[in-house]
């Protein structure tokens, strides 16, 4: 790799690169995101290169592996251009029919194309997709559609031509200012706006400054930044090493999980690159500015992902929070001004610098401006990673863009914000995500997890869970955390095992506010919201399982217990066949009937109902 | 001896003494990286397979920290492990999207499968079974990590030939 220098060796790569695509009619890009790995792309990607020389189309057709296109459930995914047909569901063994139908008879595959779950028609261009119809790609720009292994591809889509301007036309100042006015706010949960954060590490005195990219993206449901790493890593650091020139740094750090293992190799790469083409580790641009970047891997705890545990985890020490103040930009990382942002902010960063803030903030809302990604998962038909402006109802999400929910079952509650984040019901669900409406019905825009659930989710034991997770994670540091949450875990547990006592509502709430009051992180500040926010739109569910001992949702095994209605049931034996110990009994076409004393509340047979005719029911009316 | 060497899992028939030969070269490679520690960890969990006690030792002596230090540090994370792991690890998701969509089950059906509870190894040491916080497939779920593999939507009926392939 020759050096990047100015701006015409940037024209030239990407004219190099421009005209080497050009050369080809199609380009397939399949994405190879972890989702689509782990539902067997790299079988897919093999086969499709054989098959494209047995059909003789490999002169013509250029494959291109990129990061997430998005649609996870639908995976393996591949999108043929310049035409834009979408192809889902591939198998190595779909393949020949695919292309021989789409290249050779000038055919669209239907059958292997999106279908809408709701009309039963096939959508074969992927802009007319209700998935990506209502999307604005901006922090995501180029994943899933460009080769993320290529610094070439990336300068092709004008990548580090931002850097290059901030660096021979912009004073760090400006580079801030416009940040500033851009409004943006740290994407990670805090929503601590960015700018006001760069001006204090721009001000800070000292010799040495750090800026740490969050890459520990620990919360329950969220995979946004790992999509962003693995899809567009060249962004990433380009975002880097622009906040790097605005506050000072001459050293940068990216936090990245141990779980990511391919997020990792992919930043490691593109930063091998970068560093090969004089973008970093040297002085870039022939200007006076210079900056290095490094990768700390995690080592699996959650906490870390809190600032300055993260801190005390690139130090090398146990990851147990620091006391604030002082903050970060005053003395952070190694006792130097520290800035810390979360991959999803850095990755807004070019787009605002090149296109200027104007631009940025024709999306979203005036107090919020811009977009957002979720990552869309739970009883969802579309899960997968969405950018959309902020302030998009929540209903539009769901439904329009989620598909709904799978089995057309009615929505209950989307839990939003991970751990640290509260419930949406269905009676909000006009609500615009935006941070300021969304504290007011109790909940956070966290970092972008997104979970729709159903009415068998039942909202105690998701309490529960999330309980569980943050008392697991706890650091102990502080008295608060480390004991009240495990005080409220044994509350909830007793709940849900329908031993609650009449006044551990009030006991949860109010530990659950000490908690909040106390707690010396934000881990600890937030641990009590999901049971507060359940509590607040579910407190029925609570009284069930204390006063009735009954899970209305039928999730809570040791008070529930399946029975099936007789006259409902038109004996199609499938529960029996799902029944994994042989509790259920009944000939064909006759109402079956289900053992209490054999049944284990596995509810495999309330799944596999096609006609609903299994109920949950309380425990103690059959078996006393 | 480039790091990627030294850290390659794939030296299993090394004799503890070249095992820890290995581990010394990496604490001198890593010697003048602020805040090494972690990721000294890490490559010696690689190398050794865990932590165990005697290793700790090792690893403070050589780095001219206190063992306190170090100990503190393997505690503290749940990636370090101090006893002997299985040749491979299967990891159950256990994150918000994949507990929604029934990783409980998954649970027992792994256990049940394995004769082993969460956070041990099988009797033949093939195998440690383990939760694992999110692992970031959630479009997927309920998925499971065996080692760096993924498999995605997992059901207790696809267990069996999940274990088979290892």
């Known amino acids: 790799m020759t050096k990047i220098t100015g701006l015409s060796d940037l024209t030239q790569i990407k004219s190099a690169y421009l005209d080497e695509m050009g050369q080809y009619e199609h380009q397939i890009l399949l994405c190879a995101g972890a989702g689509c790995i782990s539902c067997g792309c790299s079988k897919v990607s093999q086969q499709l290169t054989v098959e494209l020389q047995e059909l003789g189309l490999e002169q013509r057709i250029k494959v291109v592996e990129t990061g997430c296109i998005g649609l996870c459930s639908l995976g393996p995914v591949m999108l043929i251009l310049p035409e834009r047909i979408f192809y889902v569901n591939l198998t190595p063994e779909s393949l020949r029919t695919i292309l021989t139908s789409h290249f050779l008879n000038s055919t669209i595959a239907e059958k292997w194309c999106y279908r809408d779950p709701q009309t039963k028609k096939y959508i074969p261009t992927i802009d007319e997709i209700p998935f990506y119809k209502h999307q604005v790609r901006i922090a995501l720009e180029g994943c899933g559609s460009i080769d993320y292994s290529s610094l070439e591809a990336y300068v092709a889509m004008d990548g580090y031509a931002t850097l290059y301007k901030a660096l021979t036309s912009m004073t760090p100042q400006q580079v801030i200012d416009e940040v500033k006015a851009s409004t943006l706010r740290g994407r990670g949960g805090g929503g601590f706006p960015a700018g006001v954060k760069w001006q204090a590490g721009r001000d800070a005195v000292g010799d040495q400054k750090y800026i740490v990219c969050n890459a520990d993206e620990g919360d329950p449901g969220a995979f946004m930044d790992r999509s962003i790493i693995e899809g567009t890593p060249h962004k990433l650091i380009e975002g880097i090493i622009l906040a790097a020139y605005a506050i000072g740094a001459s050293h940068g750090y990216v936090y990245i999980r141990a779980e990511y293992p391919i997020a990792v190799n992919r930043l490691s790469a593109a930063m091998d690159q970068a560093r090969a083409a004089g973008l970093l580790g040297c002085k870039l641009f022939d200007s006076e500015f210079e900056f290095d970047l490094e990768i700390r891997i995690g080592a699996g705890a959650f906490v870390c992902g809190e600032e300055t545990a993260l801190m005390e985890s690139i130090e090398g020490h146990r990851g147990e929070p620091r006391q604030k103040p002082p903050l970060p930009f005053q003395a952070g990382l190694f006792g130097k001004p520290t800035i810390i942002n979360n991959v999803e902010t850095l990755a807004n960063i070019p787009y605002i610098v090149q296109n200027g803030a104007k631009a940025y903030t024709k999306y979203g809302t005036p107090s919020a401006p811009g977009t957002k990604v979720f990552a869309l998962a739970g009883d969802i038909v579309n899960a997968g990673i969405i950018e959309v402006p902020i302030g998009m109802p929540l209903r539009k999400i769901i439904f329009e863009i989620g598909g709904g929910l799978i089995g057309g079952k009615a929505f209950k509650a989307a839990q939003v914000g991970g751990p640290s984040g509260g419930c949406i019901t269905a009676a909000d669900l006009d609500v615009p995500m935006d941070y300021m409406d969304l504290m007011l019905k109790g909940s956070i825009m966290g970092s972008g997890g997104l979970i729709a659930m159903s009415r068998d989710t039942c909202m105690v034991d998701t309490a529960r869970f999330f309980m569980d997770f943050v008392q697991d994670e706890s650091c102990g540091k502080c008295v608060a955390c480390r004991i009240g949450t495990k005080r409220m875990l044994e509350i909830l547990e007793r709940i849900t095992r329908g031993k609650g006592r009449e006044d551990d509502v009030d006991r949860l709430i109010e530990v659950g506010n000490v908690i909040k009051d106390t707690a010396m992180c934000g881990l600890g500040q937030t641990a009590p919201n999901p049971v507060l926010s359940t509590i607040r739109y579910f407190r029925d569910e609570y009284d069930a399982h204390i006063v009735d001992h009954r899970c209305p949702a039928g999730n809570c095994k040791a008070i529930t217990i399946f029975e099936i209605d007789p006259s409902s049931c038109i004996g199609c034996t499938l529960c029996a066949r799902h029944c994994p110990a042989f509790a259920i009994t009944g000939e064909k076409k006759e109402p079956h009937v289900i053992d209490p004393k054999l049944c284990i509340s596995c509810r495999a047979c309330y799944d596999a109902c096609r006609i609903g005719a299994v109920h949950p029911t309380k425990r103690e009316a059959i078996l006393g | ?166």
């Open chain 2, 1 to 166: 001896m480039s790091l990627d060497n030294l850290t390659c899992g794939c030296n299993h028939g090394d004799t503890e003494e070249e095992k820890y030969a290995r581990i010394a070269q990496v604490i001198d490679a890593y010697k003048d990286k602020e805040g090494n520690l972690i990721m000294i960890l890490h490559a010696a969990q690689e190398i050794y397979g865990y932590l165990p006690l005697e290793l700790q030792k090792f690893i403070a002596l050589r780095m001219g920290i206190p063992l306190s230090k170090v100990y503190g540090v393997v505690g503290f994370y749940s990636f370090f492990s101090t006893e002997e792991r299985g040749k491979h690890t299967i990891h159950i998701c256990m994150g918000t999207a994949c507990y929604v969509r029934g990783a409980s089950k998954l649970v027992e059906a792994f256990e049940d499968r394995l004769y082993v509870k969460v956070g041990g190894v099988t009797a033949d040491k093939k195998f440690t079974l383990d939760v694992a916080r999110c692992i970031g497939a959630c479009g997927l779920a309920p998925a499971i990590m065996v080692d760096d593999d993924v498999y995605q939507q997992v059901t207790p009926a696809s267990v069996g030939s999940i274990v088979s392939n290892y």
